[in-house]
């Protein structure tokens, strides 16, 4: 949280030292006008780089302010998100007392940097996720809007909603494996799994390859969801405030408190394919045996209930999720205009 908030306070010093341009961020389905700047020098020839480099640049910038969009976010959260996994596969009762014990007994008993342990796996997995993700949303946000005739405009509700599940989908089905891995080594003792490495080499031999797409399918259905509403719900927000305000675009706090609100919504209605998908994920090391996403539900249920079966965690997610989606969002929006603004500041020519 250190990192993101000195990373907040580097963007707005540039900001108001900048010259102003119209950058415009992620999110309202309009690809971005170049940024002009004046010169005190007699222009040379203007250089125009081809159409292809351009877009070679753009998908670059999108890679990389994703990659550290998910990596700040889910190291903020880190400790709350194991804490969450461990409720989620076992059939204790979840409360906010319960959560403050399992910490507090973490850290007593394996110090404080086990709160994250998994976390080096979340990295490889969610930096690669993240990446994909905003990348294929952007790219996903222009084929929609050449498709339904807005080019150069904002999307519409359904085409924003489906922009977001195609690309929640799209990246998690490229690093799938990896968050296998991830639930295994947070749920486990440190002394069971050494690395990332040994965590696939035992999976591939006592459980066969096929176990590292376990929960794959309840994964796939809750993305859709998940990923659909956050960025559609993010966009709007942004669409709405520009609209109201006159502002084209909202301040770091107000991008925070957009996508927590899109993590609230978009979390909340996917939550239960997240429990079913991590109990298949770890069954092998906890000792239970699910072979589909409603025979899992139904075991669920059947010995947990409904809500505190199927909903066990979520009070806590609606603390963690918002706080990361919002993170995720915001230095996604912040590093693609730090970016250009490097990239086209004084003394280049576009």
Same mark, same amino acid.
């Given at each position: 949280m250190t990192?993101? /908030? !000195? ?9 108001? !030292?900048?010259?102003r341009?119209? =950058?415009?961020?992620m999110?309202?389905?309009v690809?971005?006008?170049?940024? &002009? ?7 040379g ?10 877009e070679?640049?753009?998908v670059? #910038?999108s ?9 700040v976010?889910?190291?903020? +959260? ?7 996994i %461990?409720f989620? +596969? ?6 906010? @007392?319960?959560?403050?014990r /399992?910490i507090?007994h973490?850290?007593?008993?394996e ?5 994250w342990?998994g976390?080096?796996a979340?990295?490889?997995r +969610?930096?690669?996720?993240?990446a994909?993700?905003? !990348? ?9 809007? #050449?498709?339904?005739g ?9 085409p ?7 690309a929640g989908t799209t990246?998690?089905?490229?690093t799938?494996?990896?968050? %296998?891995?991830?639930?295994r080594?947070? =749920?486990?003792?440190k002394?069971m ?13 006592? &459980? ?5 797409y376990r929960g794959?399918t309840?994964?796939?259905l809750? +993305?859709?969801p ?7 719900t ?8 520009? &609209? ?10 107000e ?5 927590a !609100? ?9 939550y239960p394919?997240?429990v079913?998908r991590?109990? %298949? ?10 072979s589909?996403?409603l025979?899992?539900? *139904?075991?669920i249920?059947r010995?947990?209930?409904l809500?505190?079966?199927l909903?066990?965690?979520l009070?806590m ?6 706080i990361a =989606? ?9 590093? *693609?205009?730090?970016?250009? @603004?490097?990239?086209h500041?004084p003394?280049?020519?576009?």
């Amino acid at each position: 949280m250190t990192f993101f /908030l !000195c990373f907040l306070g580097c963007i707005q010093e540039l900001e108001l !030292c900048w010259p102003r341009g119209s =950058v415009t961020g992620m999110g309202n389905g309009v690809r971005e006008a170049p940024v &002009e700047f004046q010169r005190d020098v007699e222009p040379g020839p203007a250089w125009i780089p081809a159409e292809d480099n351009q877009e070679k640049k753009k998908v670059l #910038n999108s890679l990389m302010s994703g990659a550290l969009a998910g990596a700040v976010a889910k190291t903020a +959260v880190a400790p709350l998100d194991r804490t969450k996994i %461990m409720f989620q +596969v076992s059939s204790k009762r979840f409360s906010a @007392k319960e959560a403050y014990r /399992l910490i507090y007994h973490t850290y007593l008993n394996e110090g404080f940097w086990s709160l994250w342990r998994g976390n080096s796996a979340t990295m490889v997995r +969610v930096i690669p996720y993240a990446a994909i993700q905003f !990348c294929a949303h952007e790219e996903y946000k222009q084929i929609l809007g #050449n498709y339904y005739g807005f080019q150069g405009k904002a999307l519409t509700p359904f085409p924003r909603f489906i922009a977001g599940s195609l690309a929640g989908t799209t990246a998690a089905m490229l690093t799938y494996p990896l968050d %296998m891995v991830r639930a295994r080594m947070a =749920v486990t003792p440190k002394e069971m799994y050494s690395s990332i490495v040994h965590v696939f080499i035992r999976i591939s031999r006592e &459980e066969g390859l096929k176990t590292l797409y376990r929960g794959f399918t309840p994964t796939i259905l809750g +993305v859709i969801p998940y990923a659909g509403l956050s960025f559609f719900t993010y966009e709007t927000l942004k669409k709405v405030h520009a &609209e109201h305000s006159g502002k084209a675009q909202p301040s770091p706090p107000e991008r925070l408190l957009f996508g927590a !609100c899109a993590g609230l919504i978009g979390q909340s209605a996917s939550y239960p394919l997240d429990v079913v998908r991590r109990r %298949m994920q770890t069954a092998g090391v906890l000792g239970h045996t699910y072979s589909s996403i409603l025979r899992t539900m *139904q075991d669920i249920v059947r010995e947990e209930g409904l809500v505190r079966g199927l909903y066990k965690g979520l009070s806590m997610n609606w603390v963690k999720g918002p706080i990361a =989606v919002g993170i995720s969002f915001t230095t996604f929006d912040l590093t *693609q205009i730090l970016l250009r @603004k490097l990239q086209h500041g004084p003394g280049l020519d576009r």
